[in-house]
Each structure stands twice: as C-alpha cells, then as structure tokens.
C-alpha cells in the first residue's frame, strides 16, 4: 500500500513510479521494477501487474533503459568525465558487502564476477567534495558506492564503503546519493523520461559546504 505522503511521479495502469525518499527500504514495494539502496533516494518504479513488471524488469535485464543519479564524492577526481569498468562480487568477512576484483587474483574463478560499468562527469568541484553525475551501464547491487570507493572517492556519508575519518559535511545523515533520472519504454510502446530534484535536504548541503 502506498503512503499518501509518498511524491508520485507518474502513473498508468501498469506502472507506478515514486520520488522514493531515503530511509524507506525498496523491498516493502512487492512489485518493485528495480531497487534503491535504504538510504538512496529518488526514482523507483513500481509495476502494477506481473505482465508489467515482466515487461519492465527485462529493460533492466537488457540495459535498455538510462539511468542517472548525482553523488558527492570525497576529494577530487582528477578528471572532468570518465568510465569505470570493473568485475564486482561479495567479498571480505562482511556478507554485505561487495568489492571489485581483479579477474587474475587467487580464487577469483571460484566467485560470481560480474561486470559493473559506469560512466561518470563532474558537476561542480569544492574544497574536499566533487559533485557528480553518474550513468551505471550495468545494474549491480551497490555498483556506485563500491566503484567510486575503488577509486579513492567514497561516496560522502556511506557508512558502509566510506573511509575512516572521511570527511562529511555537518547535518548529513545519510549517503549522498540520488536517483534523479531514469528513461525507459512503457509497456504501451511509448519512451518516458521521469526527473527527480535533488531532496531539500542534500540541496542544503551542498549550500552549506559552498
């Protein structure tokens, strides 16, 4: 059952799509499209039948669909636009968490490698923050906080990837990271474009650090 208060962005007969805010858990959603990590916000699509919900998740499946999001990395990435390729699966003592992987280290064969690919621009630079626009090209569980990690920039606020004393901006109480865009092809036949703003919340963060 929908909350009331929950933002809708867009609905039909066969799909349902939110302004999912961070702290709701993605999964009490039964006919959910895709996911969003707890404390990630912005747009998730809900089906509203099985045939929907078949229609849609095979785009996923199929990388047919575009997906953005906007993140505050820690430091400064030293180029304007990028690509990360890397092969991710569980790994280390914590059952959570995923990790990259490099195809030629000892029992690498024996893990579910899968490739994750992102493609990455930079919004705005500060003193100890980069703002970030990613598009995932593949859709693997925690691909932008594993990746942005791997490479010395730990999406601010993670607590599960972040580095020790990372820096954080005062008042953040979660991580940095918002589904703002999504672009797929409805079961009609027709393509959708749905946008989400950045919460007040994050927009005030990025004032405060300015």
């Known amino acids: 059952m929908i909350n009331e208060e929950l933002k809708i962005i867009y609905q039909d007969d066969d799909l349902l799509v939110i302004d999912k805010p961070a702290g709701m858990i993605s999964d009490d959603f039964p006919k959910r499209v895709h996911r969003l990590d707890k404390d990630t916000s912005g747009i998730l699509l809900i089906a509203k039948n099985d045939k929907a919900l078949e229609f849609l998740q095979k785009q996923f499946k199929d990388k047919e669909i575009k997906k953005k999001y906007i993140l505050l990395a820690v430091g400064k990435l030293k180029t304007e636009q990028g690509e990360i390729k890397t092969l991710l699966a569980r790994g280390g003592?914590?059952?959570?968490?995923?990790?990259?992987?490099?195809?030629?280290?000892?029992?690498?064969?024996?893990?579910?490698?899968?490739?994750?690919?992102?493609?990455y621009k930079i919004i705005k630079k500060f003193e100890r923050f980069t703002l970030i626009e990613a598009q995932p090209q593949t859709g693997r569980k925690h691909q932008l906080r594993v990746q942005f990690a791997y490479l010395g920039h730990p999406i601010v606020g993670d607590k599960l990837y972040g580095f020790k004393k990372q820096p954080c901006p005062k008042d953040l109480k979660r991580q940095f990271l918002h589904a703002n865009y999504l672009k797929i092809k409805l079961i009609n036949g027709k393509t959708k474009e749905f946008y989400s703003d950045l919460p007040e919340e994050l927009k005030i963060i990025l004032e405060n650090i300015k």
Not at 113 to 119: F, N
């Open 93 to 119: 003592k914590d059952r959570k968490k995923q990790r990259v992987f490099s195809a030629l280290e000892p029992g690498a064969e024996r893990k579910n490698l899968k490739e994750a690919i992102t493609k």
